[in-house]
């Protein structure tokens, strides 16, 4: 089963053994390469453009990558799903790059995928393009980078990221509105490290500086993709002093679970109990979804 | 070194260490300290004098697995199965153990695979 990378608006399944080693940019254009554990394999590049200026941004961007006379031996492809103006470039001598570009009328963003071929092996074509889709018209827009996977809602811009080795944290929106989630694995190492009332105390005292803790933690339960967990609660309250700053939520709800399933503890921040609740819903969409091509 | 030949070395415990493994799969590592050269003109060791290693659970599964045999990409992989984690996330962590052993002196590599390769390949 090849796991579901979504990122920016865009998804693609990738095999199991690759694995981001770059992030970079936001949703107008940015850049992602993913490696195996021995080199680079691919290269995920999106530029928001006009559409009319799409058909000559990709005959250049063909040009820059690959040389004038390379870009003539393209060809015409678009996988499934509306992307105009799709072309590929297959190196006819490996090791060398097969590129394609292709311009998504959904969101206005050229795609440009250079996939590093040590043989030919056909990936590019027959198993990395046919996955690509654009689900920046979604209202849940879908993120899905290592085990860690989750749905905001529509605007909603990833405002931090932060992907370490089994702890990793994806924030979105503003402080008025925004939604925090992380994910820490191996939840059995990290519990024995702390228990869950510490990890929750931990991840809220980030935000002591404009907040203080609005009563003690409680027992509650946490409502994800793969399953409902009991955890615990807590909320925040903005400290008195940062009352003029209408900026700032007033108060922030956050929830900690435990995954014994998964072995997973998932820790959610939010400045409303209705986002935290309706993000955390969709927390592991990716592994619930498989091999199956549906999105939750 | 390139990075596929990096992976390709085998850790080997370097030490003669007494394991202790407990309940909840976390053990304790006991090395028995040796007197260095130059410390032996100004302190006396006492006998028996040891030092001891917490690990946790992937860290016991780490240690298990540098035998000489295991090479760190196999170990990686080994470790991704074992506690559902992606390859990457896995790499970077055991690494990352790796040099913390090396460094404290518990392991050494086995080059012999890479030397066993051609030059230039």
């Known amino acids: 089963m090849r796991p579901i990378v979504a990122w920016q608006g865009w998804r693609l399944r990738l095999p199991p053994r690759w694995g981001p080693l770059k992030l970079e940019g936001d949703w107008r254009e940015g850049y992602a390469l993913f490696a195996d554990t021995g080199r680079p394999k691919l290269g995920v590049r999106w530029t928001t453009l006009k559409a009319k200026a799409a058909e000559g941004a990709i005959e250049k961007r063909f040009g820059q990558e690959l040389g004038v006379l390379a870009a003539q031996a393209t060809r015409a492809y678009s996988p499934p799903g509306l992307w105009l103006h799709g072309r590929l470039y297959t190196d006819p001598s490996p090791p060398g790059r097969d590129v394609w570009l292709g311009y998504s009328p959904a969101s206005g963003r050229m795609l440009e995928l250079v996939y590093q071929v040590r043989r030919r092996d056909g990936a590019m074509a027959g198993a990395l393009l046919p996955s690509l889709g654009d689900e920046s018209e979604n209202p849940l827009l879908p993120w ?40 820490i694995s191996v939840a059995s190492v990290a ?6 009332d ?8 980030l935000r002591k500086r404009n907040y203080r803790p609005a009563g003690l933690l409680r ?10 967990f009991s955890g615990l609660e807590g909320q925040l309250r903005r400290r008195r002093r940062f009352g003029f700053m209408r900026w700032i939520a007033p108060r922030l709800w956050a929830a900690a679970a435990h995954d014994p399933q998964r072995d997973r503890l ?3 921040e ?12 969709t927390i592991g969409w990716a592994q619930k979804v498989g091999a199956s091509d549906v999105l939750v | 070194m390139t990075v596929e030949q990096s992976l390709a070395v085998r850790p080997l415990r370097a030490v003669e260490a007494t394991v202790q493994v407990r309940d909840d799969e976390t053990a304790t590592l006991t090395v028995p300290l040796k007197q260095s050269r130059w410390t032996g003109w100004f302190f006396k060791m006492p ?27 196999q170990l990686i992989r080994k470790l991704a199965r074992q506690f559902q ?5 896995a790499e970077v962590s055991t690494i990352q153990f790796l040099r913390t052993l090396g460094r404290k002196g518990l392991i050494a590599m086995s080059l012999q695979s890479v030397r066993e390769q051609p030059e230039g390949k």
Not at chain 2, 63 to 73: A, F, I, Q, Y
Not at chain 2, 85 to 89: D, P, S, T, V, W
Request: aromatic letters at 8%; charged letters at 25%.
């Open chain 1, 198 to 205: 510490q990890w929750l105390a931990a991840q809220m005292r």
């Open chain 2, 47 to 73: 006998d028996g004098a040891h030092k001891k290693f917490e690990l946790d659970k992937l860290g016991l599964f780490v240690w298990n697995h540098c035998d000489g045999k295991t090479s760190v990409k």
């Open chain 2, 85 to 89: 984690l992606n390859e990457r996330m």
């Open chain 1, 266 to 268: 998932y820790l959610v």
């Open chain 1, 191 to 196: 519990l024995r490290r702390m228990p869950l």
């Open chain 1, 270 to 281: 939010a400045t409303d109990e209705q986002l935290l609740r309706q993000t955390a819903a």
């Open chain 1, 219 to 228: 027992e509650g339960s946490l409502a994800v993709a793969l399953g409902r």
């Open chain 1, 144 to 183: 899905s980078i290592f085990d860690f996977s989750c749905q905001v809602s529509n605007p909603m811009p990833l405002s931090e990221q932060r992907l370490n080795a089994g702890d990793i944290t994806l924030g979105f929106g503003d402080r008025r509105r925004g939604v925090t989630m992380r994910q």
